[in-house]
């Protein structure tokens, strides 16, 4: 994988995704809940998620979300670079993308998780807005933006959702640093 930094919170690391990972990656990504809301479809099996894994979870930026005691994979979270998101084409803007298998809801890990990697977005990489969006329907999502602060932007009535094979009702929300220093 192309990161080798590991982050912390309160609770959870934060680390670069390998391939020992792709059987709890699948025991998570294989529940409908988790990936049709988010624009991808159920993984199948182990070996689908290790080619995720492989192909798909390689940018600088993709972590793993892992609570600290056992180190297991539960979850996704990255920001996405210049030619990684189709939100921006700037270099110092970039998208924040994340799931969290479903036994970890409820219990804070996302706004934790989002929030480090959106101070490190600003802190150490520089950016000057991050972007962020949620398919109609995924309040889940859209309020653990809404607890991080991120402000509303758009909503596209015909996205593309190529891995589902269908078009939803796209909104997208954006923070940039001046918001972020107003915390």
């Known amino acids: 994988m192309n990161n080798n930094k590991i982050l912390h919170t309160e609770r959870l690391l934060l680390r670069p995704w ?9 025991k998570y990504a294989k529940d409908p809940e988790i990936g049709i809301p988010a624009g991808w479809p159920p993984h199948k099996s182990i070996e689908e998620s290790l080619d995720i894994i492989k192909n798909v979870f390689t940018g600088n930026e993709c972590y ?17 670079l210049k030619g990684y998101t189709d939100m921006t084409e700037r270099d110092d803007e970039c998208e924040l993308g994340y799931w969290l298998g479903k036994p970890f809801w409820g219990r804070g890990y996302m706004p934790e998780v989002a929030m480090e990697l959106i101070r490190h977005g600003f802190e150490d990489l520089g950016m000057t807005t991050i972007w962020c969006g949620y398919y109609e329907g995924n309040n889940k999502s859209k309020r653990v933006q ?5 402000k509303y ?3 596209c009535n015909e996205v593309p959702v190529p891995l589902l094979k269908e078009v939803r009702v796209g909104h997208t929300n954006y923070m940039t640093v001046e918001m972020w220093n107003k915390k």
């Open 146 to 150: 809404e607890k991080m602060g991120f």
């Open 153 to 155: 932007h758009h909503t």
């Open 18 to 26: 390998t391939e020992a990972d792709a059987e709890s990656l699948y």
């Open 64 to 80: 793993a979300i892992c609570e600290k005691e056992n180190n297991e994979a539960i979850g996704a979270v990255e920001l996405k």
